[in-house]
């Protein structure tokens, strides 16, 4: 089953995808978003999902530390409310938290300049939702 993950950002959406069978999680790219327009970004990722075809999509939920849900969780959850009116992929989330941080430590221990890091840690944050999900789901 190939899965999409999406790391949900206000400026930019970090995409990582599965191989066929659901085994690995590899980056994709990182979707830098239209400015005001939510519906396009919507559409946008549900042709991506199909072009690629995608059997579930699984959006990373920014839980605060102590496990509950705040702004950055109700964002995302509308998105994916808003995703799922242009897609009937089935949708799912994972707990993200800290993926951002361990993204950061992945990227600065091989050596990779900040300006780089900013061009793709989104990518990467995505993978590790995704490599989560599988760990978890697929076990």
Do not use: W
């Not at 920014?62 to 949708?91: C, H, Q, W």
């Amino acid at each position: 089953m190939r899965i999409l993950a999406l790391d949900v950002g206000d400026v930019r959406i970090g995409l990582a995808i599965s191989d066929a069978l659901g085994i690995t999680a590899n980056p994709l790219d990182t979707y830098v978003r239209a400015k005001n327009d939510e519906e396009y970004d919507a559409k946008t990722l549900a042709k991506l999902a199909e072009d690629k075809s995608v059997q579930r999509i699984v959006l990373g939920l920014p839980l605060n530390m102590d496990g509950t849900e705040g702004d950055r969780v109700v964002k995302t959850r509308a998105f994916a409310e808003l995703l799922s009116k242009y897609t009937a992929i089935p949708l799912d989330y994972q707990d993200e938290r800290l993926t951002t941080v361990t993204a950061e430590h992945v990227l600065i221990e091989q050596g990779m300049r900040r300006e780089k890091r900013k061009t793709v840690i989104d990518r990467v944050a995505a993978t590790i939702i995704l490599r989560c999900y599988l760990d978890r789901v697929c076990r």
